[in-house]
């Protein structure tokens, strides 16, 4: 008797985490689409419509080699670009703790802004959603447990802006128009093979180490202090992103692949691992 009764309690609560996840997810969804349309209303007309090579001269060397290894003359500036990855993502600050996730990402070049809505996997029929967005010089880290229990919410804050405007300026390894200097990237020289990019959104500028391999891609990145979540609290911490594997899509050269850790004082701490499954260029 004792066991059917299990069993049925079992089964209960299995549909009933089903059913709270085809609502959280549906809630999810159309709150994704809210947060999109919000991200579209700031689009600005690309100016120049089409890169020329002139744009680059007197750019530090290997910021020059980067554009003309990734890039041809007369290519089409990108505008929009939507990217599904798959990957592991770290759920632990402390100790390994890596999870399957896939996600969905909407960026927009001017005014620059994105949206990467992800999906954590935490235990079979568990999900953690995830939007890490950039909207209208706006910040924000939202997650939430089947769509329907927030985890974290944190936004709105100097230092969630920077942080996300950081990351849109280094995911521009993926659309590289974004870096030209037309489109509002300040270059400065470092060494032959490590450049200073600079990106400033209404009140908030950010600055990355670009370094490029041989060949003359982007193989890093890097920013001296990116604030990050601990205990609660915002703390401004070495941060570092890698790329590889990279191949041509729409005639622009992009990594597939790519790596992003914290650098505290107590070690190296990787987060995030993942790879492109799809990308669509506007």
Not at 164 to 177: G, I, N, Q
Not at 191 to 210: C, E, M, N, Q, Y
Request: hydrophobic letters at 40%; glycine letters at 10%; charged letters at 20%.
């Amino acid at each position: 008797m004792w066991i059917k009764w299990i069993g049925l309690i079992c089964i209960l609560t299995l549909v009933g985490i089903a059913l709270a996840s085809i609502y959280g997810g549906y809630r999810w969804q159309s709150n994704t689409d809210k947060l999109r349309a919000k991200l579209a209303s700031g689009r600005q007309i690309i100016k120049p419509k089409i890169y020329d090579q002139k744009e680059i001269e007197g750019l530090p060397a290997p910021v020059q080699q980067f554009f003309r290894t990734v890039l041809k003359d007369g290519q089409p500036m990108v505008a929009a670009v939507k990217v599904v990855h798959q990957g592991q993502f770290n759920m632990s600050d402390k100790k390994a703790k890596w999870s399957s996730f896939t996600s969905t990402q909407l960026v927009i070049t001017q005014r620059p802004g994105f949206d990467w809505d992800g999906r954590i996997q935490i235990a079979p029929g568990l999900k953690v959603f995830v939007h890490d967005t950039y909207v209208l010089g706006v910040g924000t880290l939202h997650a939430s447990l089947l769509g329907l229990i927030t985890l974290a919410d944190v936004r709105g804050t100097p230092e969630v802006a920077q942080g996300e405007l950081m990351r849109f300026l280094a995911e521009a390894a993926w659309y590289p128009t974004a870096l030209l200097p037309s489109q509002g990237v300040r270059w400065e020289a470092i060494d032959d093979t490590s450049a200073r990019g600079t990106l400033t959104d209404g009140a908030t500028t950010v600055s990355l180490i670009f370094c490029f391999n041989t060949e003359g891609l982007i193989s890093s990145i890097h920013a001296a202090a990116r604030y990050r979540t601990v205990g609660g609290d915002l703390v401004a911490t070495p941060w570092e992103g890698r790329f590889w594997d990279y191949t041509v899509r729409n005639g622009i050269q992009i990594p597939l692949e790519g790596e992003v850790r914290w650098q505290p004082p107590e070690g190296s701490w990787p987060y995030w691992r993942g790879r492109i499954t799809e990308i669509n260029y506007e």
